[in-house]
């Protein structure tokens, strides 16, 4: 059965560097997501993107955060200068284009900002 | 979307019907009731959703209340890999839109030998 898969599993960085999650979304899927999920908290939406663009995006998705698909399989979020408040599991997700057709979701990163 | 209500927590023994509550009051007509669930840390995995109608599938039925402001999930036979976080959201189903899910605090089911 097809999955989301995201690298790295776990990420550790200092405050104020860049960090790059990557996401393999499913392959016939068009429609991309990020979520976050501070722990202990709730699932959090970050951004959606379809047709190489933002679809929407939440107050937390500010100028520090960018997405890309750089190619036909990847698909990144980019926080260009970490906060601890950045430390969280990030999920992606995936969907098919047309009714009956739901979310799929990575096993996540889990990022920690130092 | 309309607001759900759902039990922090709830247990079931191993081989039990785990029957989780939600309620919607305010759930509109073009609304879906879905349900996901999170095991662990792991990313939430669809389990089921419906409009008005009773639906089943090979992991869950979804049982909606005739007025739809209520829902039941229920995992006929719970097993130990069924303890996780479910969550019931409720929200417009649109065709081809990057539409959000938006997750609440969820009920954390035990299941128990």
């Known amino acids: 059965e097809p999955e989301v898969t995201q690298t790295p599993s776990h990420q550790v960085t200092q405050m104020g560097q860049e960090v790059i999650l990557r996401c393999v979304p499913i392959s016939n899927h068009l429609y991309f997501y990020w979520y976050r999920q501070i722990l202990g908290q709730k699932v959090e939406f970050l951004v959606s993107?379809?047709?190489?663009?933002?679809?929407?995006k939440s107050e937390i998705f500010d100028d520090q955060f960018s997405v890309e698909r750089p190619d036909g399989s990847n698909f990144t979020l980019k926080i260009r200068s970490t906060k601890l408040e950045d430390s969280a599991m990030y999920f992606c997700?995936?969907?098919?284009?047309?009714?009956?057709?739901?979310?799929?979701f990575g096993p996540g990163t889990r990022l920690t900002v130092t | 979307d309309a607001k759900t209500t759902q039990p922090p927590s709830m247990d079931c023994a191993e081989g039990r019907a785990a029957n989780l509550p939600c309620n919607h009051s305010t759930i509109s007509g073009n609304e879906y009731v879905y349900w996901y669930r999170q095991i662990h840390s792991q990313g939430p995995q669809y389990i089921i959703h419906g409009l008005k109608n009773n639906e089943t599938n090979e992991m869950a039925s979804l049982i909606i209340t005739e007025d739809r402001k209520s829902s039941t999930l229920i995992l006929p036979h719970a097993t130990l890999r069924d303890t996780a976080v479910y969550y019931c959201?409720?929200?417009?189903?649109?065709?081809?839109?990057?539409?959000?899910?938006?997750f609440g605090t969820g009920t954390r089911l035990q299941v128990t030998l």
């Open positions: 993107f379809y047709n190489n663009e933002i679809s929407e």
């Open positions: 997700a995936s969907r098919r284009t047309g009714q009956g057709h739901e979310q799929y």
């Open positions: 959201i409720v929200r417009v189903r649109r065709r081809d839109t990057a539409s959000k899910l938006t």
